[in-house]
């Protein structure tokens, strides 16, 4: 059996959305993933998943049949570079505008975009601005 290496010590352990249409949402989150230099961790038929973010069919045996409602997911990004290209690769990829590149009122230096990804869920890419990490995560290996 290959190892495998979760990242841990961030806020969500895992987030699941049970998707309408996984070939759609597919395409959007591995485009914005190789942007963020997220690595899928694998898929089948009726699911995949990116780090903590697990996506699947209604069909799938841990959605239960049924749809997730509209949800707010963001992604942290390096830099606001990074962030200005998720914005253009989840475009590309199938996702709506829900709010172009720039800076938000949250807290200073916050720079975010916002995209609708192929179910309606709004995905954010944000850059806190410039600060210092003591870790960038925690590795756990199995």
Do not use: C
């Not at 997911?73 to 830099?79: E, K, M, P, V």
């Not at 916002?114 to 210092?132: S, T």
């Amino acid at each position: 059996m290959e190892a495998q290496q979760l990242h841990r010590g961030r806020l969500i352990d895992h987030l699941q959305l049970v998707v309408s249409d996984i070939a759609a949402s597919k395409r959007f989150y591995e485009a914005v993933a190789r942007v963020l230099e997220i690595p899928v961790g694998g898929s089948a038929a009726d699911y995949f998943w990116i780090d903590e973010l697990f996506v699947s069919t209604a069909d799938s045996q841990a959605a239960q049949g049924h749809l997730t409602g509209r949800h707010h997911l963001a992604f942290q990004a390096r830099d606001r570079k990074v962030v200005d290209a998720f914005y253009r690769a989840g475009l590309e990829a199938g996702g709506r505008d829900n709010g172009k590149p720039g800076e938000r009122p949250y807290h200073p230096g916050y720079y975010a975009a916002f995209l609708l990804d192929p179910d309606g869920n709004n995905i954010e890419a944000v850059f806190h601005g410039e600060a210092k990490r003591s870790a960038e995560s925690v590795v756990v290996t199995f």
